[in-house]
């Protein structure tokens, strides 16, 4: 029964990482198409749906940390997805006067490059056994660059929709209302901003300490 556990668990991932691969190919493509031939202000618009689809997927990940069926810590997976999330659904789905804004292509560029190395670093592996070096060492390594460019893009774009949550009261709650609650949408993005002070350094140094790990080992792993 256990073998057979674990087989499923190895196709079912296997199907995951490669589908979603799938999914950040076909945004990188589109987004760099678009750029070719319309320029950033058409990005979004076209890149869109791929980008919606492939980002929801990543919240899977954070429920096969939970059950156990990878073995990395929800404490780097839920933050990093989790504001993902937020990018994608809460800012740039929700707020169209920023949609044609310049920082969108570095965001789905840096994001995209970074996911199709990923999952098919780990659908390689899941498949395999193993991945190649040189694959192993983009996984870890390209970061260095794809992180600073994605992390400082994603704090422009939530920067700049600012002003359009605060004139449209967007997923605000205001007083009175039955449940005596009331909910800012506008401030809690403020500190949304605040929490990547310390969120950035804290996950930049797991990734370098994931990246040491990692490469510090035999070649042929």
């Known amino acids: 029964m256990a073998g057979v556990l ?4 190895r196709f079912y991932l296997i199907a995951y990482n490669w589908i979603v691969f799938a999914g950040w190919v076909q945004v990188l493509f589109l ?14 618009s076209n890149v869109e ?3 919606l689809w492939a980002q929801s997927a990543a919240f899977l990940e954070i429920l096969h940390g939970i059950v156990g069926l990878v073995r990395s810590p929800i404490s780097a997976t839920l933050p990093q997805i989790s504001s993902r999330l937020y990018l994608v659904w809460g800012i740039l789905y929700s707020f169209p006067e920023v949609q044609t804004h310049p920082l969108i292509s570095s965001l789905v560029i840096s994001w995209s490059i970074t996911e199709i190395i990923r999952y098919s670093f780990f659908g390689t592996k899941e498949a395999f056994g193993s991945a190649p070096y040189w694959l192993l060492w983009l996984r870890y390594s390209t970061f260095l660059v794809l992180y600073p460019a994605g992390i400082s893009s994603e704090i422009g774009m939530i920067y700049n929709a600012l002003p359009f949550m605060k004139e449209s009261g967007m997923y605000s709650v205001r007083m009175p209302n039955k449940w005596n609650f009331s909910f800012d949408y506008y401030y809690g993005s403020i500190v949304v901003l605040a929490i990547y002070v310390p969120g950035i350094p804290h996950l930049y140094g797991y990734m370098l300490g994931q990246r040491k790990k990692a490469l510090m080992k035999p070649k042929k792993e």
């Open 6 to 9: 674990s087989l499923l668990r």
């Open 31 to 44: 987004a760099l198409k678009t750029l070719k031939e319309a320029g950033h202000e058409h990005v979004y």
């Open 49 to 51: 749906k791929p980008l």
